[in-house]
């Protein structure tokens, strides 16, 4: 826009009223900007707060942060009783188990719901009855939308149980009764109620994605003789491609993110499911990174355990944005052949 | 010429058979899929409305919870309830002013433009990060002696936990889905509409505030219930900066000011609570409150398909 | 009105399929001045627009049948679109169908492939046949191969040039082939829709980032990498510029040699200097079918003769 023209008005106005200092726009512009600096730097204020409290415990640990190495639990128990007891600091936290239950958690449901999803999507955008697609939309939207505390409800009253007495025989229960309990409360019930929470998301991402394809591709497709299954994959998924990789991306942020729901199905054990133990390895107990801070969060006036969480939460938030950054250069290539994401 | 009747030809079926193996197992595979997640989310929300309807009473809606260990005894949830509405609407009121302000900026000036793009990396980031992360940060904020007037101190302690506590960090939570449906919203509005605002005299602000904004209301409405869906579906910073004690506890004697500093609780820490993992323990209360939960997720859903459908009749930009 | 029957479709004896070639390139149009009063020929007054010399003028046409349209009738829900129509479609000659809009002229092209069962509530009466079998008792997708489409649109995929054209090929083969298998043919296809020399130095140029024009050639020569047998051009040249359709109507006048061609044209100077026969449709119906010299020249009926001086459109 001509900058002339406000220069013009702002002289007639200055000539009529006397100098005003700034136009209107001006202001409004430095008052705007003004804010999102404001918001932006608490923002990055946070990040480097984060960061400086989460200090100590990796300085103190190393490397070996990550790694694995006595109980969790006694470790968080004696960090808690340093604030108590007024001891010296002692920062000693591996947090492999945590880590792996993450891991596992995470990766397990997101590759469960991925490809559900993306089989439900086609389903619903192109092969599923009008009548059909017309209850479906509005449903997926709404389950996308609960509270994860309520799925963590479901869980608990349902799938827990379910796995608890039905599933896990007596003989596997007696099998690992020194070591933990299998209750049912377990990796299998985790990855179970996490899935069903993030595949609408999911689902509701892919759908948008899938129907925004041209039907002109589809249809030139179609004219050249390739059924609709094919013409369905190979044109529309394809396109859609960067639209799965947002989804994705979004879904697993929410899953590692996802604190309070897993808390209450998990276990709540800090222990490392063994994949060699089997079949069992499905039931044992474990504990991700969001819930330990869940779980310990009456422990923050410790000074030891306090650093601890925080650095937990570094954790998950360099997690957020490493997935962020995958996101964005998985679709580069796509960028070449006018798959616009 | 007389019209003529055409007989229908029935359409013939996908001829499948001349489709190779892999994409009849796709179809299938698609079609079973899809039939098992009408199946599972059937039974969800079967599920969900009869232990719901089972377990909710009028009077639940009306008294106060306590903590007791009897059923009859543990009361209502009054107290969450008006706990949510309380922290949505809090929040809310931070949220939405700031998230257009800040789409504002970023649709319409948006120099320099390192603050523009940091500022929508800030803002994206935002809106994956983890809540928990954020209850954290928040605990450690609010307890610092500075910010004591936000919640109550006993001992020169500073609680931390508050209404107002909550409030600010869920905010935060609220404010990417503002920021970017009015974003989106206002870079639809097409530029022949800005050239004709500017072209009788008026000011980029003015034009803003009487032509774009309310152009754009839908999309503001919009992001502010998905903003507040967000916020009142919330547990990880309700848990840590609200109290989670099961009544108002106020701060002061002051009545609304009191009430705001003090500590409470919302339907989702209720949930919590009374599930078998939680200390309360009651089943049946959770229901009902997810229940009661529900349906306002779902008035809130349904109030964003109303907006959506009436802005597309409603204007076009020919 | 009554329908008039196509003239006998004259039979080929001896080498199928192969139409002796015009000899020597088609001589360029004359841009002459306009015919003012009638021709020499004796036959009455041309449309203003019409060349002396149409490029199209065979020796010996020799056609052989491809498909035949039996008394097709169309209807979307209770609105006939095309009305009883009955047409031959043969083998080494453009058709043409013309008329005003909304006539039935692109219903009738996607009953030909059997696109138009994709709408819902389109039925059909009638009959179409290629090659003397039913399509509507055929495999739709290997209906489509051998009679395949180009829209209106250019609406290439957004894959590289290469796969663009290979994607068909790729696609109905019942394993997947390697690339080095399919060059051969991609190439192939390129050349013959005019392509080949623009693109060959990177095959693997995004499409969408081609011209118009470009675009649509490449659509064509997606078409034509299905070896089809008829091809059907929805107004391919309207969204392009008139350099571009000059190239696409050259391609398409080699092209009848090989495959037969059905166009559907707004545009009635491009019916005169391409088609070999035009079949006018007014209103659902074949209000006339003939050669193109006829029907330019002395068409029979009146709605033709007002349509082709361009009294109405």
Same mark, same amino acid.
């Given at each position: 826009m001509n900058e002339d023209y406000f220069l013009e008005q702002d002289r007639d106005h200055e000539f009529l009223e006397g100098n005003r200092g700034l136009s209107q726009d001006q202001r409004a512009e430095l008052g705007l900007g003004a804010l999102v600096f404001v918001v932006v730097g608490l923002l990055v204020a946070m990040l480097a707060f984060v960061l400086h409290e989460a200090w100590p415990s990796f300085a103190h640990n190393g490397l070996g942060w990550f790694g694995g190495g006595g109980s969790v639990d006694q470790q968080i128990q004696s960090l808690f009783n340093s604030g108590q007891y007024k001891t010296l600091p002692n920062y000693t936290f591996h947090a492999w188990p945590l880590i792996w239950s993450t891991i596992l958690i995470t990766l397990g449901a997101v590759a469960i719901a991925f490809v559900t999803s993306l089989f439900v999507a086609v389903f619903i955008v192109e092969f599923a009855p009008a009548w059909l697609r017309r209850i479906l939309e509005p449903v997926v939207r709404l389950l996308a939308s609960v509270p994860s505390v309520i799925y963590g409800l479901a869980g608990v009253l349902v799938i827990v149980p379910l796995i608890g007495n039905h599933v896990v025989t007596q003989g596997e229960k007696a099998s690992v009764t020194p070591t933990i309990q299998l209750s049912g409360a377990s990796l299998l019930a985790a990855v179970v109620i996490l899935t069903v929470m993030i595949a609408p998301i999911m689902i509701a991402v892919f759908a948008d994605g899938l129907q925004a394809v041209p039907r002109g591709w589809l249809e030139g497709s179609l004219a050249l003789g390739i059924n609709e299954w094919r013409t369905f994959w190979k044109v529309a998924v394809r396109t859609a491609r960067p639209v799965l990789v947002a989804g994705t991306v979004l879904a697993t942020a929410r899953a590692l993110g996802e604190a309070i729901m897993v808390s209450m199905v998990s276990g709540g054990v800090p222990f490392a499911p063994n994949p060699v133990d089997g079949l069992i390895f499905f039931f044992e107990p474990s504990q991700p990174l969001a819930a330990t801070i869940i779980r310990n969060t009456e422990g923050l006036s410790s000074p030891a355990l306090k650093h601890t969480l925080y650095a937990i939460a570094a954790v998950l938030l360099f997690s957020s944005a490493m997935l962020s950054i995958i996101g964005w250069a998985a679709k580069q290539p796509m960028r070449r052949y006018g798959v616009v994401p | 010429m007389s019209a003529v009747t055409a007989t229908p030809v029935r359409r013939p079926d996908r001829a499948t058979a001349s489709w190779r193996l892999s994409d009849r197992l796709g179809l299938g595979l698609a079609w079973l899929l899809g039939l098992l997640f009408c199946a599972i989310a059937a039974a969800i929300v079967i599920y969900f409305l009869v232990e719901g309807l089972r377990y909710l009473r009028p009077n639940l809606l009306v008294t106060n919870p306590a903590a007791a260990a009897s059923e009859t005894q543990t009361g209502g949830f009054l107290d969450p309830l008006l706990g949510t509405l309380i922290i949505g609407a809090m929040s809310m009121a931070i949220a939405v002013p700031v998230g257009v302000g800040i789409a504002v900026w970023l649709s319409e000036f948006g120099r320099p433009t390192g603050l523009a793009r940091v500022a929508e990396s800030a803002v994206e980031m935002m809106a994956g990060e983890p809540s928990i992360v954020l209850a954290l940060f928040g605990l450690t904020l609010f307890t610092l002696p500075a910010l004591g007037f936000l919640s109550q101190s006993t001992h020169g302690v500073v609680l931390g936990q508050s209404f107002f506590a909550a409030a600010a960090l869920l905010s935060l939570v609220g404010l990417p889905l503002v920021v970017a449906s009015t974003r989106e919203g206002l870079q639809a509005i097409p530029s022949h509409v800005r050239e004709a605002s500017y072209a009788v005299g008026k000011t980029k602000i003015a034009t803003t505030r009487r032509v774009l904004l309310p152009a754009a209301r839908p999309s503001v409405i919009t992001g502010t219930m998905l903003g507040l869906g967000r916020v009142i579906s919330d547990t990880a910073i309700v848990l840590l900066l609200l109290g989670g004690t099961l009544t108002f506890q106020s701060a002061n004697s002051v009545p609304l000011l009191g009430l705001l500093r003090g500590t409470g609780d919302t339907l989702t820490g209720y949930i919590y609570y009374n599930a078998p993992t939680g200390d309360g323990n009651q089943p049946s209360k959770a229901y009902a409150a997810a229940f009661v939960l529900m349906l306002f997720v779902l008035a809130i859903n349904l109030g964003v398909d109303f907006v959506v459908s009436r802005s597309r009749k409603a204007v076009t930009w020919k | 009105m009554e329908v008039r029957r196509p003239p006998p479709v004259r039979r080929l004896t001896g080498n199928e399929g192969r139409a002796p070639r015009v000899p020597g390139a088609p001589a360029p149009p004359e841009i002459a001045a306009p015919d003012a009063g009638s021709n020499g020929n004796g036959h009455q007054r041309s449309p203003?627009?019409?060349? @002396? /010399? @149409?490029?199209? /003028?065979?020796d010996t046409p020799i056609a052989i049948d491809r498909m035949h349209v039996e008394e097709l009738s169309v209807a979307y829900g209770s609105k006939t679109a095309v009305k009883s129509v009955s047409l031959p479609i043969r083998h080494g000659e453009v058709l043409a169908l013309i008329g005003?809009?909304?006539?039935?002229k692109t219903t009738l092209l996607r009953s030909l492939n059997r696109l138009t069962e994709l709408t819902r509530g389109a039925s059909l009466s009638g009959r179409i046949t290629l090659d003397g079998i039913d399509i509507a008792a055929m495999d739709p997708t290997a209906l489509r191969r051998r009679v395949t489409m180009v829209f209106q649109q250019p609406n290439p995929f957004p894959m590289s040039v290469f796969d663009n054209v290979a994607y068909v090929l790729r696609e109905q083969a019942k394993r997947r082939p390697r690339r080095a298998a399919v060059r051969g043919e991609v190439h192939d296809a390129l050349a013959r829709a005019g392509l080949l020399d623009e693109v060959a130095d990177n095959l693997d140029h995004p499409a969408l980032r081609l011209s118009g024009g470009q675009q649509q050639r490449l659509c064509i020569a997606r078409a034509l990498a299905a070896n089809p047998e008829v091809l059907l051009l929805d107004e391919p040249c309207s969204a392009l510029d008139p350099l571009s359709t000059k190239l696409i109507e050259d391609l398409i006048i080699k092209l009848r040699d090989d495959v037969a061609v059905v166009i559907v044209t707004h545009n009635l100077q491009q019916a005169y200097r391409i088609a070999d026969y035009v079949a006018f449709m007014y209103i659902g119906e074949l209000a006339e079918y003939g050669s193109a010299q006829r029907m330019f020249g002395s068409p029979r009926e009146q709605r033709t003769k007002e349509y082709v001086s361009g009294a109405f459109g």
């Open positions: - | - | 203003a627009f019409a060349v @002396p /010399t @149409p490029q199209t /003028t065979r005003p809009s909304g006539c039935g």
